[in-house]
C-alpha cells in the first residue's frame, strides 16, 4: 500500500541505512521479515486496534517496529497497512481507509 511504503522510506532515511553497514542490514532484514509474510500471514498476532488486522513485531527492545497489515483473502495477499516504531501512539485503523 502507498502509505506502508512512505512508511519504509521514511524509516531507511531516519535510520540512516545509506550510510551505516548495521542499519542497512537491519533495515534489510525487516525487508526480508515483511516479504515473509505472504508465506504464513497467520503466523502473527491480531492487532488490540482492529481484529481485522494482525501485526509482524520486528527488532529489539526499545526499537521494536509494528508492520501493520490485512490479509486480503480474495486476493490471497497480504497487504501491508504502516510500518511504525512500537512506542508511537496507539495506530488508528481509520487512517487506512484514507486515500494517500
Given at each position: 500500500?502507498?502509505?506502508?511504503?512512505?512508511?519504509?522510506?521514511?524509516?531507511?532515511?531516519?535510520?540512516?541505512?545509506?550510510?551505516?553497514?548495521?542499519?542497512?542490514?537491519?533495515?534489510?532484514?525487516?525487508?526480508?521479515?515483511?516479504?515473509?509474510?505472504?508465506?504464513?500471514?497467520?503466523?502473527?498476532?491480531?492487532?488490540?486496534?482492529?481484529?481485522?488486522?494482525r501485526h509482524?513485531?520486528?527488532?529489539?527492545?526499545?526499537?521494536?517496529y509494528r508492520?501493520?497489515?490485512?490479509?486480503?483473502?480474495?486476493?490471497?495477499?497480504?497487504?501491508?497497512?504502516?510500518?511504525?516504531?512500537?512506542?508511537?501512539?496507539?495506530?488508528?485503523?481509520?487512517?487506512?481507509?484514507?486515500?494517500?
Amino acid at each position: 500500500m502507498p502509505r506502508a511504503e512512505r512508511d519504509l522510506s521514511e524509516l531507511y532515511e531516519r535510520i540512516n541505512a545509506a550510510s551505516s553497514d548495521a542499519a542497512l542490514a537491519w533495515y534489510l532484514g525487516l525487508k526480508r521479515s515483511i516479504r515473509c509474510l505472504r508465506n504464513n500471514p497467520s503466523r502473527c498476532s491480531v492487532t488490540p486496534e482492529d481484529n481485522n488486522l494482525r501485526h509482524l513485531l520486528y527488532g529489539n527492545k526499545p526499537h521494536i517496529y509494528r508492520v501493520i497489515f490485512r490479509i486480503s483473502a480474495e486476493a490471497k495477499a497480504v497487504e501491508i497497512l504502516h510500518i511504525r516504531h512500537g512506542a508511537r501512539r496507539e495506530f488508528d485503523p481509520a487512517e487506512t481507509s484514507s486515500p494517500g
